[in-house]
C-alpha cells in the first residue's frame, strides 16, 4: 500500500534560517506528490505539488523536486519567516489508490526572532 | 466561491449523544472526503464520495460512524452514540476529477465528547 515518512518533528528555527524538512514515500504505481501546510486554528492549505519525476513543485519561497530513484520529495525554504510556523503535511496519491491522499504524519515548524 | 465551508467550527457534546457534522463542498467538484485528525493518529481518511456515491468507507472506524452525501452540495458525517476518543478535528475536502489537481479543505469541526 502506499504510504508516505515524514520526518519528526517539532523543528524550531531562527528567523532566516535554511529549512528542510524530509519526505520519503512508498506508493504503487507513480504517485502525485504535494505538501501541505496547516496555520494554527485553520484547515489545510496546499503549499505545492509535483506530478512527474524531476518536477520542482514551488510557491512562496518553498520548494521541492520529486526523486524517483529515492522516493522522496523534501521541502526546502532558503530563509524562513515567524509567519512560516505552521504544520507542515507531505502527501500523495495513485491513480490506484482510489484518489484518495495519503498523508505523513506532519512536522511542525516553529520559527523564532 | 467561499470554499469548503463546515459547519459547526466547534462541538462539545455529551457521550452517548448523537453528533452531526455538515460540509459544503466547492461548487463542481466532484470528489468529497471526510478526514478526522488527532495527535495520535494523525491524519485519517474516513470515507470519500465521487458523484454523491460512497466509493470507499474503509477507514469508517466503527458503525457509530455513517456518512451521506445526499446531493453535490451538501454531506453529513453523524456518529451515534459519541464517545469520548472521537474527541478530534474533523475536515472535509473536495476536488474537481482531473487527477492532478488538488483537494482544497475546509477549516475543520473540533469534536469535544465529555
Known amino acids: 500500500g502506499n504510504s508516505v515518512t515524514q520526518m519528526e518533528g517539532p523543528v524550531t528555527l531562527s528567523e532566516e534560517a535554511f529549512l528542510t524538512i524530509n519526505c520519503t514515500y512508498t506508493a504503487t504505481g507513480y504517485p502525485s506528490l504535494f505538501w501541505y501546510v496547516q496555520y494554527p486554528g485553520e484547515g489545510l492549505q496546499l503549499l505545492l505539488k509535483?506530478?512527474?519525476?524531476?518536477d520542482k513543485g514551488s510557491n512562496k519561497g518553498f520548494e521541492a523536486t520529486y526523486r524517483k530513484e529515492t522516493t522522496s520529495f523534501h521541502l526546502e525554504k532558503g530563509s524562513v519567516q515567524v509567519s512560516d510556523s505552521a504544520v507542515y503535511f507531505c502527501?500523495?496519491?495513485?491513480?490506484?489508490?482510489?484518489?484518495?491522499?495519503?498523508f505523513g504524519t506532519g512536522t511542525q515548524l516553529k520559527v523564532e526572532l | 466561491d467561499a470554499g469548503v465551508i463546515q459547519s459547526p467550527r466547534h462541538e462539545v457534546t455529551e457521550m452517548g449523544q448523537e453528533v452531526t457534522l455538515r460540509c459544503k463542498p466547492i461548487?463542481?467538484?466532484?470528489?468529497l472526503f471526510w478526514y478526522r485528525q488527532t495527535m495520535m493518529r494523525g491524519l485519517e481518511l474516513l470515507i470519500y464520495f465521487n458523484n454523491n456515491v460512497p466509493i470507499d468507507d474503509s477507514g469508517m472506524p466503527e458503525d457509530r460512524f455513517s456518512a451521506k452525501m445526499p446531493n453535490a452540495s451538501f454531506s453529513t458525517l453523524k456518529i451515534q452514540p459519541s464517545e469520548p476518543r472521537d474527541s478530534a478535528v474533523y475536515f472535509c475536502?473536495?476536488?474537481?476529477?482531473?487527477?492532478?489537481?488538488?483537494?482544497?479543505f475546509g477549516q475543520g469541526t473540533r469534536l469535544t465528547v465529555v
Open positions: 509535483a506530478t512527474k519525476a524531476d
Open positions: 502527501a500523495l496519491r495513485t491513480a490506484g489508490g482510489g484518489n484518495k491522499l495519503t
Open positions: 461548487s463542481g467538484h466532484d470528489y
Open positions: 475536502a473536495s476536488r474537481p476529477s482531473s487527477m492532478n489537481t488538488e483537494a482544497f
